[in-house]
């Protein structure tokens, strides 16, 4: 089940082009990754449920309110791996990249209660291992259309005028068109007629703490005729993700590993379904794992030469929640 990234692409075109439904994932690091028929993945102990469509958890005891305590690391360390990002950026070798840490928290139920308690897009419990609760898509591939849905920018829904806020923010919005033009640039190499459909739009989210706002947009290009052959080459092509990485990505990359302090593994990598028709994949934020006994939230941000340590810190704190209500 657990392979290779490069093993997981060639799976992918195998399957596609035979128009056989497949369940995948690959790590951040497009490293390795996993493959499995989605009607072996239950008794494999993996679950997941994409826009809908998964297969069932057995039932277990439910409890009522969730209590979660977060345990962010220490500020001081945050603001180191900052000043390395920020001094990049200042120094012009990348124009955002996403700064992650490692959150321990205690929390009072289950990875297996987490997964079918969570109001999200993208889920996936993947053995006793790790959950994934996230909002963001990465690609939907249908009828010789692929589709991005870059998310970038969040704020608590109960500050005043937290919409209009968010959207006519600077910063924010120097961050979005920054993805944006990243996603273009990665959408031309897989796809013809690229285009930005819908720009800057909001969703909510619930969580048990409360509600947010993220602000996301829609870019879509038009695939060559036997794509479905093609489905693991154009997720080598596009992998890691812009969205959670930065731009320029090689770069940003290299960035990322100086910065943080831990391996991200399948934490902001991505993982989909293709049901022999539509391929339809999310980024695997939002993401909770088991680590010597404990419970860790990766969260992070998007980090410009005009982020703010102390909001950023805290944003990252933010992200640290279950959409549990």
Do not use: W
């Not at 497009?30 to 994409?50: C, E, M, R, W």
């Not at 039932?59 to 990049?88: C, W």
């Not at 959408?187 to 930005?196: C, D, I, Q």
């Not at 006994?293 to 980090?303: A, E, K, P, Q």
């Amino acid at each position: 089940m657990l392979h290779t990234a490069e093993k997981v692409f060639d799976l992918m075109n195998l399957h596609g082009s035979r128009l056989q439904p497949f369940l995948f994932g690959i790590d951040f690091e497009v490293k390795q990754g996993f493959f499995l028929d989605p009607a072996n993945a239950s008794a494999s102990g993996i679950y997941f449920n994409i826009n809908g469509i998964g297969n069932t958890i057995p039932p277990g005891i439910e409890t009522s309110v969730v209590n979660l305590v977060k345990n962010p690391v220490d500020q001081s360390k945050y603001n180191s791996a900052f000043e390395i990002v920020y001094r990049n950026l200042v120094e012009g070798n990348s124009y955002l990249t996403n700064l992650t840490f490692p959150t321990a928290i205690d929390l009072n139920i289950a990875l297996p209660e987490i997964f079918s308690r969570s109001k999200a897009r993208y889920r996936l419990l993947f053995k006793d291992e790790f959950v994934v609760f996230s909002p963001e898509k990465f690609v939907q591939i249908e009828n010789g259309t692929i589709s991005s849905f870059p998310m970038k920018g969040t704020i608590d829904a109960s500050l005043p005028d937290a919409e209009n806020q968010i959207l006519s923010d600077p910063k924010e919005t120097a961050e979005h068109n920054t993805i944006i033009d990243l996603i273009r640039n990665d959408l031309s190499m897989v796809a013809s007629e690229v285009k930005v459909n819908h720009f800057r739009y909001i969703e909510k989210i619930e969580t048990h703490e409360k509600t947010l706002l993220q602000v996301s947009s829609k870019i879509s290009g038009k695939l060559s005729k036997n794509y479905n052959s093609e489905l693991g080459t154009i997720f080598r092509k596009l992998l890691p993700a812009g969205s959670i990485s930065g731009a320029p990505k090689k770069k940003t990359l290299q960035i990322i590993h100086e910065a943080e302090t831990y391996s991200r593994g399948f934490y902001t990598g991505v993982f989909g379904y293709f049901d022999g028709s539509k391929l339809d994949s999310g980024v695997m934020i939002r993401f909770i794992k088991k680590e010597n006994g404990r419970l860790i939230f990766c969260s992070g941000g998007g980090i410009t030469a005009n982020s703010n340590p102390l909001t950023e810190y805290n944003e990252l704190i933010d992200k640290v929640y279950v959409p549990i209500i």
